[in-house]
């Protein structure tokens, strides 16, 4: 009998451990799915650690802090590098201001990568082929880049534990289902364990952590860099349409140049949910376009190979060979340094203008007449651009000077028809 029942518990005990093994069906144990390449890939403690040794060497141009937070006993931390020619000379005003977010997804660790590899080329130590470093460094003294490169430490953690497609935080939540735009929508093919939105918007440390960041920063590009295909995305992700205005036009404009440069035309371009198939709703990107107002909103899918089994995860969102890995870290780095060099003026943002972008706002408004202060998008009080103000203002005054001769005279005709009625009424007939 004690033999009998010390068997039952045996296999019940193994059941439960083979059961503890398969999520959502998904056997991490199996073999024939494709293990993390460490011989290619940092761990995450490594990548932080390397992170900042590369800062404490370069503080000249680069700085760091480790933002924390928690809520109901669960705590993340996200880690932020700022670039910038640091210089009481410079007025960072005057720069254009870009938020690039890496790692939102665990399971994405070559987003992380391209996030470390970028960081070295802007410290100076390492370099991309056919970049001119003098005039890439002309370039930079125009920014200040602020790169979150792991932003979903603890889902990470979950994916080098074993579990290599989890996409989610520490606690089960989608970060990029967490932001309040169109928040807690469920699609048909709505997968509970994949795009958990939470129980609230924002209710998550780390989105909590990059709403603080966008929002004390006001960037004026942001990228949002995820793996799983090769894409271009601007907003919407919750509708199939893209914004209406020049805005739409000029995302447009600047993705068009990166698929040609850099994906030689092969990326799809175009609205997340119009592109990719599905709608996601409360995604980061149509935050930071909608509520934020950064002029230039963009998600990108670095890599994706679409010949793995969807159960083969790191497969599917990570390249295996050092050859595949080389090469959509420098690529994607050039398309980087693309944008800072091209988003500029794609923004309109002229080198040498007299004018900082605390001045900027669009020609639309321009021509509309707002020739005042006035609140712009970026919620600060800003003025119009000084190009061709002198003769508006030139015109203005003639405008009142005119009004002003004009009601003098008028008051003066009236004047002298009352005094002319006044004396007539006093003649004898």
């Known amino acids: 009998m004690g033999s009998l029942a010390s068997c039952s518990f045996l296999l019940l005990f193994l059941g439960l451990l083979q059961l503890s093994s398969l999520i959502n069906g998904r056997n991490l144990s199996d073999p024939s799915f494709t293990p993390i390449r ?5 761990s995450s403690e490594a990548l932080i650690k390397e992170i900042k040794a590369l800062v404490g060497r370069h503080p000249e141009r680069l700085s760091m802090e480790a ?6 006993g669960y705590y993340a931390e996200v880690l932020v590098v700022t670039y910038g020619h640091f210089s009481k000379e410079i007025n960072d005003s005057s720069k254009i201001r870009i938020l690039l977010s890496f790692g939102q997804h665990g399971r994405e660790l070559i987003t992380s990568e391209v996030a470390f590899r970028l960081l070295s080329i802007l410290s100076g130590e390492k370099s991309i082929p056919k970049i001119d470093p003098i005039s890439l460094n002309r370039t930079l003294e125009k920014l200040v880049i602020k790169v979150v ?9 979950l994916v080098e534990a074993g579990d290599l497609c989890e996409r989610r935080n520490g606690r089960g939540v989608d970060l990029n289902r967490n932001w309040s735009v169109d928040w807690g929508k469920k699609e048909k093919d709505y997968d509970p364990y994949e795009e958990n939105p939470g129980v609230a918007p924002f209710s998550e440390p780390e989105t909590q952590i990059m709403r ?8 004026h590009i942001w990228v949002n860099v995820h793996s799983g295909m090769e894409a271009l995305f601007m907003p919407y992700d919750h509708r199939n349409t893209t914004p209406d205005g020049s805005s739409s036009d000029i995302m447009r404009m600047m993705l068009k140049d990166l698929n040609h440069l850099h994906c030689h035309d092969r990326c799809s371009i175009g609205s997340g949910g119009g592109s990719v198939g599905y709608l996601a709703h409360g995604t980061a990107t149509d935050y930071m376009y909608d509520i934020v107002k950064v002029p230039m909103a963009f998600t990108f899918e670095i890599y994706g190979d679409v010949e793995a089994s969807s159960k083969d995860c790191f497969k599917m969102f990570n390249p295996i060979d050092l050859s595949t890995f080389n090469r959509v870290l420098n690529n994607w780095c050039a398309a980087f340094l693309t944008i800072f060099q091209k988003g500029p003026h794609h923004l309109g943002f002229i080198s040498g203008s007299s004018a900082n972008l605390q001045e900027w706002i669009s020609i639309n408004d321009y021509l509309d007449g707002y020739l005042m202060e006035r609140s712009s998008r ?13 003769e508006i203002r030139t015109y203005f005054r003639l405008f009142l000077l005119s009004s002003v001769l004009l009601l003098f005279m008028f008051c003066s005709r009236i004047s002298k028809a009352k005094y002319s009625r006044s004396v007539v009424s006093g003649m004898p007939f």
Not at 38 to 42: A, I, M, P, V
């Open 38 to 42: 460490h011989d290619l890939y940092h």
């Open 67 to 72: 933002i924390r937070t928690g809520n109901k």
């Open 149 to 157: 490169p792991m932003e979903n430490l603890s889902g990470r953690r």
């Open 212 to 219: 603080k960041i966008s929002k004390s920063f006001n960037p």
């Open 378 to 390: 970026y919620g600060k009080k800003k003025e119009v651009l000084e190009l061709g103000m002198q």
